[in-house]
């Protein structure tokens, strides 16, 4: 993809590119100091031209698997797809899930590893929410009070931290990849949690065989199996994020089109081609699960 912002190999004075169209280009902060990084180095000249959006949006959040989202639909009438279907005062979400305590610590990091461990987030989150029995101060540093101390691995909500039986399991990867908005929003909301941080096979592997939630970004292929669906909490609100309040949404990504500046001059057909390429993210998605599904048929 890099090749996309110019030629194949700049320090050679090579001219050709070995990749000539981009989809999905993801258009986060991070991608946009890319961008600009890049500019400075090739030349403006030389940087991919934009040709639209690949008609969806990219998207990252807490989901729960198909399994467990129709077996609440039909048994209880629970759309487990929107955040108040876990409130405590109302339901009883948790009894849908499996435990904690039935999936092995092996594979999962020590809070000491994770975000639970970052003073400034459990600053953030003691701060919108009062929640002062799940935080502590450890060597002069607040951070998350993770069952076991920073040394454990699970880190319960308020609605059932006095019986975590009663909370469901969830899983991100990285160094805890969307649990300061977890955290928020379970306090926030009364939403039963149990949150924990995996190694990359942990994440990868643990919510294949076990009824939980989970983080996860779409379209991606990693969980597709299993048709996990988006949590939904209330519309994003920009101006709370800015200041650290995650208890809304996340904000959806525009995902772009980008060719090597080489195509537009070459071929207005080719160009109108990839400009005028789009699909929703329903078709996406059954595409994506038809290649994992049925791979010989890809």
């Known amino acids: 993809p890099a090749a996309v912002g ?63 989202r129709l077996e ?17 005062s109302w339901h009883n979400s948790s009894a849908f899930f499996q435990k904690y305590t039935d999936i092995p610590t ?30 502590e101060v450890v060597a002069g540093r607040l951070v998350a009070k993770c069952h076991g101390g920073l040394e454990g691995h699970w880190w319960f909500a308020p609605s059932c931290r006095a019986d975590p039986a ?38 990868a592997d643990e919510p294949q065989s076990t009824d939980m939630l989970f983080y996860w970004w779409q379209p991606d292929t990693s969980f597709i199996i299993m048709r996990p669906t988006t949590i939904l909490f209330p519309p994003h609100d920009r101006t709370e994020w800015a200041h650290g309040q995650k208890t809304t949404d996340n904000q959806k990504v525009a995902l772009l089109k980008r060719v090597h500046q080489s195509v537009p001059g070459a071929t207005s057909r080719t160009t109108e081609l990839i400009r005028n390429i789009q699909f929703t993210m329903s078709q996406i998605q059954n595409l994506l699960y038809e290649a994992v599904a049925h791979p010989s048929n890809s």
């Open 6 to 68: 110019g030629p194949a190999d700049r320090g050679c004075g090579s001219t050709f590119s070995r990749t000539h169209a981009v989809f999905e280009a993801w258009t986060t902060t991070a991608g946009q100091a890319w961008a600009e990084a890049l500019s400075a180095v090739i030349g403006e000249a030389a940087m991919p031209v934009e040709l639209g959006s690949v008609g969806y949006d990219g998207q990252e959040g807490l989901h729960v698997p198909q399994a467990p």
């Open 72 to 88: 609440a639909l039909e048994s209880a009438g629970l759309p487990f797809e929107y955040y108040r279907s876990f409130n405590t």
């Open 106 to 135: 092996a594979g999962l990091l020590k809070c000491s590893a994770t975000r639970f461990a970052m003073s400034e987030l459990t600053e953030k989150y003691l701060e919108i929410t009062n929640d002062t029995e799940g935080v």
């Open 166 to 203: 009663t909370c469901i399991p969830v899983i991100s990867g990285g160094d805890g990849w969307g649990m300061d908005a977890f955290m928020q929003r379970a306090a926030a909301f009364s939403m039963p949690l149990a949150l924990s941080v995996g190694t990359q096979a942990k994440y």
